[in-house]
Structure formats: C-alpha cells, structure tokens
C-alpha cells in the first residue's frame, strides 16, 4: 500500500490501543528542513531517503521529545539549537525564530496529543505547549511576559474551578511536570494526569544507539554492564550478558554467526578489572578480539546487543516505579545500516522484526536510500522521503 505522509492536520488511521504507551505519530511542524507533516510510527519504522532529504532531523526531532520527557532542562535537549530553526522561517517583530514539534500517543488513557513550540531566537526557551485528549485540551502553556523566565500555564479541573492557572519554567516540559502539580482529586485532574503521565513514558524509555567502532576496541574496565550510545562498553556488556542470560548470548551468537566473516562457535569475554570480547572460532583456533574486526561487524555486533536486550541493560531513563516489563523501549538509531553489507543489514533487519514483533521493543531507525532493502523486514513501515520533497510511505 502507498500513502502520501499525512499533512499536519490529519492523523494516522485510528488503532486499538497498545498494552502500554506508544507513540503512534511523530509532527515536525516546522523543524529543520520538515514543514507540516506527520510521519506514523509503528513498531519498526525505518526512515529512508537520499542524502539531505531529512532522515537525521526525524531522529533528532524524537530524541528531543524524549529527553525533555525525561525532564532535562531546554539547553540539554536542544544542544545545537540552530540547526532545528527552519531555514525559511522569518522572524517576527520581536526577532523572535524557534521550531515547533509534537507527538501523538495511544494507550490507556486514550490517543493523547502534545504540541510544542520552542523560541531559539533571541533566545532559548519554551514559548507554548498544548495537551490534548480528543477534542479536550487538558493543558495549555504559552510565553505572556518575555521579561519573566515563566511560561503561564492553565490545566483542565473541572471542579469548582474550569481550570488551574500556575507560572511553570519556560526551560522544562510542562506535561513532564504536571505529575508533580496537579492533586489528582477531581475527574479533569485525574484525566490530564493520566495522559501526562501515558506521554512521558512513551517517550522517556529511548534509547539513542549509535555505535562507535573506534571505541569499540580496546579493553574496557569492567563496569555497570549498561551499553552506552556509542557501544564504547561493548565488551563489558558482553561479560554480563554472558553471565545473567544464556538465551540472549545464545542468540547474539547465532547473529554474529550469520553476520561475521569466519566461524563463530561463541562470543566470550576475558578479563576481570579491563575485558576484552573475543570470537571464539571453535577447535585449537586462537579467538580473534573484536579489536581486529571491520567497522561494520562491529556495528552489526553492537546493533544486534542493542535489539536483544532490555531496559536493563540498555542506558535509558527508567521509570522506578514502573515494572519494567511494563515499559515501552524504543531504540534510535541514524545510520542503522552504515558501513553494514547486504547480508549483514538483511540480518539486522530481520532480527530487528522479529524482536518487533514481540512486542520486546520499538525501533526507530534512519537506513540508506535502498527503499528496496528495508522494505524486506517485515512488518516494517518504511517512510521514504524520497528525492525532490517527494515524501511517501510505505507499509509492507
């Protein structure tokens, strides 16, 4: 089937909701070099296109919404600010540019929307923010006095009162922080919680992956066993891997048997205060340290780690007093398939469906240009912004 990307006003077809929140659609307004469309997100979709067609800007629009979810401060979740301002966007009187994004997310509470729009110029700061239920906004924010570093900020209550009015920062995500404000003691309150609460961890349960081959080969001292976003820990994640769960380095051997050159009887790691990973190539065969590996095996060793394991072990930001087997996980990765070969980014694609699939994960990934290729995983939806603006999406 062929689409065209929704424009900004419509929304994804309607969905039964998930078993726990996921962020169904993903807006960039007006955002790097995207203007008005919304791009639906699946389980597993990969986002193509040529080079400067915006791939990286999709990404980088997410992690975002995810770090300002998980209550960073603006200046730590826009760390280049300028490359977010569209370059054909003009300033008003008061010189003011910024960017605007947002996000739908289905669950339990229903299909909940949040919009942002974030001032860069003259300076940065949060200028508005919507939360929406239906048709109900539950929350509103905007920027009233430009000399205060407040946005004003009005909440859904139905009680005595419409609504609740309160001066919140204008460097933090309003939504991300309505759990500490709202008392929860009327129907509004619980329902503009509840949504707040159903965005925050769809979104903050990200993990950006972006594996660094030239960190990924000396030893490495032994650690938390967390695999950092450029994989630099490889080795150490390894190590506990091996020891916590046989079934998942069962299955990291299977890949990197069926995506590294040579035999691959076992991956195993030697060491105790620094750890070095080996190949173990089986029989009398010295192992051969994943400092000796290509580039693009170890993305692929990395990228396979990533897919198979859990919050647990992955460096995202937990919600402590969610189960963890409650919490959605998804994985961001640009280049998903750099430096990989065909057999290799087909491997990788057909393990990254199958954990899909499972519901163990969601994958956002940016692949190269061959549609053709990432079209072959299936379940996956492939948004192709193509060539010349050409923007289509593709379900398989």
Request: glycine letters at 12%; a positive charge.
């Amino acid at each position: 089937m062929t689409v065209l990307i929704q424009a900004e006003t419509a929304g994804p077809a309607a969905a039964a909701p998930p078993a726990h929140p996921a962020v169904g659609a993903l807006r960039l307004s007006a955002f790097a070099g995207h203007r008005g469309t919304t791009l639906p997100l699946g389980p597993l979709t990969l986002v193509t296109g040529g080079s400067g067609s915006g791939k990286s800007g999709v990404l980088r629009a997410y992690e975002v919404l995810a770090r300002l979810a998980s209550g960073a401060a603006l200046a730590d979740a826009v760390t280049d600010p300028g490359s977010c301002v569209p370059e054909w966007a003009v300033p008003d009187r008061q010189g003011r540019r910024g960017f605007r994004i947002g996000c739908a997310v289905a669950g339990p509470a229903g299909r909940v929307r949040l919009d942002l729009a974030v001032q860069v110029e003259p300076e940065l700061r949060i200028a508005g923010e919507r939360l929406t239920l239906g048709d109900v906004v539950l929350m509103e924010s905007a920027l009233r006095d430009p000399a205060r570093r407040t946005v004003q900020a009005a909440w859904h209550t139905a009680g005595s009162a419409a609504v609740t009015r309160a001066p919140l920062p204008d460097d933090r995500l309003a939504t991300a922080l309505l759990p500490l404000r709202v008392a929860g003691k009327t129907d509004g309150q619980r329902s503009v919680l509840a949504a707040a609460e159903q965005v925050v961890l769809a979104l903050r349960s990200s993990y950006a992956c972006d594996p660094q081959p030239t960190r990924m080969r000396a030893p490495v001292p032994a650690g938390s066993g967390r695999l950092l976003r450029g994989c630099d820990n490889l080795a150490d994640v390894l190590r506990r891997t091996r020891a916590e769960c046989g079934t998942r380095h069962a299955l990291l051997v299977e890949a990197a048997r069926a995506g590294c050159a040579g035999a691959v009887e076992d991956v195993r790691v030697e060491g105790t205060s620094y750890v070095e990973a080996f190949l173990d190539r089986g029989g009398e065969r010295k192992g051969t340290p994943l400092g000796r590996l290509g580039d693009g095996e170890l993305r692929y060793l990395a990228l396979s780690l990533a897919l198979l394991t859990g919050p647990g072990v992955l460096a995202v930001d937990q919600v402590s007093e969610v189960p963890s087997a409650l919490q959605p996980l998804t994985i961001v990765a640009d280049g998903f398939d750099r430096g990989l070969d065909r057999r290799q980014r087909d491997e990788l694609l057909a393990l990254a469906a199958r954990m899909c699939a499972r519901g163990h994960i969601r994958l956002l990934a940016a692949v190269g240009e061959d549609a053709a290729g990432a079209e072959s995983a299936a379940g996956a939806s492939v948004v192709d912004l193509g060539r010349d603006g050409e923007r289509i999406k593709r379900q398989r």
